[in-house]
């Protein structure tokens, strides 16, 4: 074998793996968002769309008003006959 023929091989093989490597990161970086993550990323609400929500079940009690997120839900107080009520809205609609 010659100097040079060793050379090119000891060349192909340190490249070869990062090569690989490389190009099944580039396959992947496109389907992030595709396939089951997509499935789990839901459509979330706005808050004055739970606030809607909250008003409609709390049944003509006084809006006092937000506490804002908690965990994934909207959190909105009302006042009916000096009784506080806290309503819970989940964001994921």
Known sequence: MTRLSAILLSALIAVAPLSAAHAQDRGNRGDRNNGQSFERQERRISE???????????????????????????VFR??????IIDITVSSRG
């Open 48 to 74: 004055a769309e739970a606030q809607g929500i909250a008003q409609s079940r709390a049944r003509g009690a006084r809006f006092v008003g937000s506490l804002g997120m908690r965990g994934d839900s909207y």
């Open 78 to 83: 009302f006042e009916r006959d000096g009784q």
